[in-house]
């Protein structure tokens, strides 16, 4: 079992609906979750980052945890073309001796 | 403040080759941290360097090597490049080595022949 899996995709929805991504994870250690966005030919980029179960916002992101279930999720609320891009979750144990842990990304596209 | 640079953005080699490649962080970021992305594996760490120090190493072949510099910037290079070393090569700075913030750049796209 891969140590955090995470649809490929694509995932293709109407601009303005609300999106759902999400991210499962093997190991319990695990404590600090981030999502990226990666546009076409660029590096990812931070978009959230998380240390405990439950939710955290910001603007029409929200970042949600449930540390029993292993379960991560990005939601995006009133979606734009904009938002057109490679999303992934990465997760670490919070040592700084340790690496991060990323899902392979999910191709989102927002259809105006 | 000038994000995370790396040259070349793209470079194209043949099997048994080597390559090197370049990575300036952010002013004031003393930590580079190395990743190869592709399709199939997804982004996948290669190691990281604090103050001219590997700190950690993900599971790749000894072809893999880098090293740092007094001024932080940070370079990579593969020997015997094999095709399936084809990849985005992705770098990033953070201040403090560890599970911090992380700045990418906007990679290095490697193909070999």
């Known amino acids: 079992q891969k140590e955090v899996e995470q649809d490929p995709g694509p995932l293709s929805v109407p601009e303005g609906a609300i999106v759902s991504l999400n991210c499962t994870y093997s190991n319990s250690a695990f404590q600090y979750f981030m999502w990226y966005r990666q546009y076409s030919r660029k590096g990812p980029e931070l978009l959230m980052y998380t240390y405990s179960s439950g939710n955290k916002e910001d603007g029409r992101f929200t970042a949600q945890v449930d540390k029993s279930s292993k379960y991560i999720s990005l939601f995006i609320r009133d979606s734009q073309p904009s938002d057109s891009a490679t999303y992934l979750c990465?997760?670490?144990?919070?040592?700084?001796?340790?690496?991060?842990?990323f899902g392979k990304g999910t191709r989102l596209h927002i259809l105006p | 403040k000038a994000g995370v640079t790396q040259t070349p953005r793209y470079l194209i080699k043949t099997r048994g080759q080597q390559v090197t490649l370049s990575c300036s962080p952010i002013s004031g970021h003393r930590s580079v941290s190395w990743y190869q992305q592709t399709p199939g594996q997804g982004l996948q760490f290669l190691f990281e360097?604090?103050?001219?120090?590997?700190?950690n190493k993900g599971n790749f072949p000894g072809r893999f090597s880098g090293r740092q510099f007094s001024n932080s910037r940070s370079e990579m290079n593969v020997s015997t490049l094999e095709l399936g070393d084809s990849a985005l090569y992705l770098c990033?700075?953070?201040?403090?080595?560890?599970?911090?913030?992380?700045?990418f750049g906007p990679g290095t796209r490697l193909t070999v022949l």
């Open positions: 990465a997760m670490s144990y919070m040592n700084r001796d340790d690496k991060i842990i």
């Open positions: 990033a700075s953070s201040l403090l080595p560890g599970a911090d913030t992380q700045y």
């Open positions: 360097y604090f103050s001219e120090t590997q700190r």
